[in-house]
């Protein structure tokens, strides 16, 4: 068993834990204190005996005979199986609902999931971009939680049919970057098709958790450049990104890439060379003002 699957196992017990915590509060309660109210006013009888006797009253199976002393011992008789089995029954609807919407994919099944993980990416806005992201990151081995709005995306099922967390929502509400887990997350990604949306998610994001990190998709240039400078966070320009396909469909060339370094654009290309006097690579790269990133 592989020590990611023992961590989510792990997980997934604390959360349910904590969900039936007061249901199994008040069981244990009702027996303890129960237990040691009877071995106190019931002559002969034991601590241990006296709480396995009202363990038995809770499912309605007595072992102890009615008390014929202190009128509070008779209505703990009729008061103790009314209360476990309120708690008993609390627990079990809440966990055949939770197998329930495991089976149908509904929200709180994902919510669940999402606080299981840790160390993972939060990806805000799950159309096209936020796909081809989640799918790069889950190549890389990454964990990944995502949000979205629409609870009608093509995206959102695909997603969840491989165990990925998509919790519907708007990313921009703090109770929504919680219930992914963001406090434990390490990054978070605001790939919405609105500039402003995702500003206000990485807002949110860092307010959260002030020492995330965040990278935003802008389509506006002149406010990438701005959040970027005045927030230090990473900005994706749409436009810029996009570019280099459109400088390669009018040249001819491959471009695989583009980046900025020291204020400048550079563009990863292929460039078919036909004909060049011998000379070395670092000759040919101050002749020309490019650098060989590969030869083939």
């Not at 106190?40 to 038995?56: D, K, N, Q, W």
């Not at 320009?237 to 654009?265: E, K």
Request: aromatic share 8%; glycine share 4%.
């Amino acid at each position: 068993m592989s020590a990611r699957l023992v961590h989510k196992m792990a997980a997934r017990t604390r959360y349910v834990a904590r969900e039936f915590r007061w249901p199994l509060a008040v069981f244990a309660t009702l027996v303890l204190l129960g237990g040691w109210l009877f071995s106190r006013t019931i002559p002969h009888l034991s601590f241990g005996e006296a709480c396995f006797g009202v363990y038995m009253l809770i499912f309605v199976q007595p072992t102890l005979k009615f008390p014929e002393l202190h009128w509070y011992n008779k209505a703990l008789f009729f008061v103790i199986p009314i209360i476990g089995l309120g708690a008993v029954a609390d627990s079990v609807v809440r966990l055949g609902y939770l197998i329930f919407a495991r089976k149908r994919k509904l929200q709180e099944w994902w919510i669940m999931e999402a606080s299981t993980c840790r160390n993972h990416v939060v990806i805000c806005g799950l159309g096209r971009v936020g796909f081809r992201i989640a799918q790069q990151l889950l190549q890389a081995r990454e964990t990944v939680v995502a949000i979205e709005k629409d609870e009608d995306s093509v995206f959102v099922e695909e997603m969840q049919d491989i165990d990925v967390p998509v919790l519907i929502g708007d990313a921009r509400l703090k109770k929504n970057m919680l219930l992914a887990n963001l406090e434990h997350a390490k990054a978070v990604i605001c790939a919405t098709n609105d500039d402003l949306a995702n500003l206000d998610a990485a807002l949110t994001a860092r307010e959260i958790k002030p020492d995330i990190r965040v990278a935003l998709r802008l389509f506006d240039e002149t406010l990438a450049t701005k959040v970027a400078s005045q927030f230090k966070m990473p900005v994706i320009s749409t436009s810029q990104v996009s570019a280099p396909a459109f400088v390669a469909a009018v040249t001819g060339r491959s471009v695989h890439q583009c980046f900025q370094l020291d204020g400048q654009t550079i563009h990863v290309a292929d460039v078919k060379i036909r004909k060049l006097p011998p000379q070395s690579v670092a000759a040919l790269q101050k002749q020309y003002g490019v650098s060989v990133v590969a030869e083939t």
